[in-house]
């Protein structure tokens, strides 16, 4: 006979668990601990299968009754009842971005991408087509966030969105999670990005106008300096910045910094010229007790870099404007001197740490054209000074 609910709050447990059908499969089990729960019995051919249901009397006989009865229509329809009450999990775009964004940017790239990342995700990807199922998000959709973002001003932003939607859709495919990248099919959709190069100066009478004011400089003694080695070296801003004790071999004369710091994810030698060592010997009394060669004022300890906006605003506080030179230009300004000079492209470009084309080979090449790349760093030291006389 078919139970009623009277029937089941008198269940008492037994010594061992024990079981009270109620009709077409459905049954009740009463476990030694007291606690109830639903059964599910069927046949796959000759095999008996059983199938958890809830317990009582968090899920009632009537309830119980029509979750029965569901799962005997799915079996008609041919849809497996064990996939019927544990579906596959349906994997949303959030899901799938934040385990490539794990696997392959966390902990892997520098703080400062992973930021950069992150933060595209967080504002521009997830509050749109986060809760998406990875397979229904199309190109229209993807368009559609993009054209938002367009539509604010944010060329760029725009872009670099859509490269983060596209690598998390590559990974999905690699994984088995998506059959294809609506972003690929966006090529083309999108504005251009205007580029906007670093203003550099170029000109050695322009050039001389600046060593001149650098040399002048009446700002902090660690500015000072930070300002003249970025000259000498002429590595990007956030590697000075972040430039650390620990990486400076003065017996080799050499400033090596790790793949984790630098753009390309390589190790990268800088030679250090006469003048590179003068500066560090003189930090070395000021600075040496911390972590960074060019520490934040606010951390007498050393403990946090400079500021990022530091070299900036001493050569704006030295009368360059941003149309003039940045931070960033001295790199440009290297650059364009020394090929003037006749100093082999190879050798600069390996001094800049640009990417090669074969990035496995690049990888161990990072200390090619070495001694060639020494001279040439004191050669260019020695072209600063005697220019500012």
């Not at 990248?181 to 050695?204: C, F, I, M, Q, Y």
Request: with cysteine.
């Amino acid at each position: 006979m078919a139970l009623t609910e009277t029937q089941i709050r008198h269940l008492k447990p037994k010594d061992k668990r024990y079981m009270i059908r109620d009709d077409n499969g459905l049954y009740l089990e009463v476990m030694t601990s007291g606690s109830k729960h639903w059964r599910y019995r069927y046949y796959d051919g000759k095999k008996e299968i059983k199938l958890s249901l809830g317990e009582y009397p968090y899920l009632g006989l009537k309830d119980a009754r029509e979750k029965r009865n569901d799962l005997k229509r799915d079996m008609e329809k041919g849809v497996d009842p064990k996939m019927a009450l544990n579906p596959p999990e349906v994997l949303s775009f959030k899901k799938v971005a934040v385990e490539w964004y794990e696997k392959n940017i966390r902990g892997i790239m520098s703080e400062k991408y992973q930021y950069k990342v992150i933060s595209r995700l967080d504002r521009f990807l997830f509050p749109y087509i986060g809760d998406t199922p990875i397979k229904e998000v199309t190109a229209s959709t993807v368009l559609t966030v993009l054209r938002l973002i367009e539509a604010r001003g944010m060329n760029e932003t725009t872009h670099t969105v859509h490269q983060v939607c596209g690598q998390v859709f590559r990974y999905a495919i690699a994984s088995g999670y998506a059959e294809i990248n609506p972003a690929r099919d966006l090529r083309g959709a999108l504005a251009p990005v205007v580029s906007k190069h670093n203003a550099s100066l170029t000109d050695p009478a322009q050039i001389k106008e600046l060593l001149l004011a650098m040399t002048a400089f009446s700002g902090s003694d660690t500015v000072k300096n930070a300002l003249w080695f970025s000259a000498y070296v002429f590595q990007r801003p956030g590697e000075v910045r972040h430039a650390e004790w620990v990486e400076v071999n003065f017996e080799s004369r050499e400033w090596r910094i790790p793949a984790t710091k630098m753009k390309m994810r390589r190790p990268h030698i800088v030679p250090l010229s006469n003048q590179t060592y003068e500066i560090l010997t003189h930090m070395k009394n000021f600075t040496g007790h911390g972590r960074y060669i060019f520490p934040s004022i606010r951390t007498p300890n050393g403990s946090s870099p400079m500021s990022e906006g530091t070299i900036t605003a001493a050569l704006r506080r030295l009368g360059f404007s941003g149309n003039q030179m940045t931070a960033h230009g001295f790199r440009s300004m290297a650059s364009t001197i020394l090929h003037e000079q006749g100093w082999r492209s190879d050798a600069i470009e390996r001094q800049l740490s640009h990417v090669e084309g074969n990035s496995v080979k690049a990888a161990y090449n990072y200390a090619e054209y070495l001694p060639e790349r020494r001279e040439m760093m004191q050669a260019w030291a020695d072209w600063l000074d005697g220019l500012a006389g």
